[in-house]
């Protein structure tokens, strides 16, 4: 699985994006993100409030409860503000 990171997030993690074989148990992006907060410090750091986190599969933005079978990327973003 491709994950991109994005602005704060990116630089909280230190990497723009990697590959991960992720566990059978993570089935949706709300698993993802619990997942990958065990995965170090800068991570935890990085989604400490993950709920605040936007995330794309294959580049259309879904709702932490959406299933990330069959996704080839993934990106997390911080909230995003315009205007």
Do not use: C, N
């Not at 991570?43 to 993950?50: G, P, S």
């Not at 794309?56 to 973003?77: C, K, M, N, S």
């Amino acid at each position: 699985m491709k994950l991109v990171y994005f602005a704060w997030v990116r630089e909280r993690i230190g990497k723009p994006q990697e590959d991960v074989d992720l566990p059978a148990s993570v089935k949706t992006v709300a698993d993802l993100l619990s997942w990958l907060r065990t995965r170090g410090e800068e991570y935890e750091h990085a989604l400490q409030h993950q709920k605040i986190i936007r995330v794309a599969i294959d580049q259309e933005h879904v709702e932490h409860g959406e299933t990330i079978a069959g996704a080839r990327e993934i990106a997390l973003f911080p909230p995003m503000t315009g205007g």
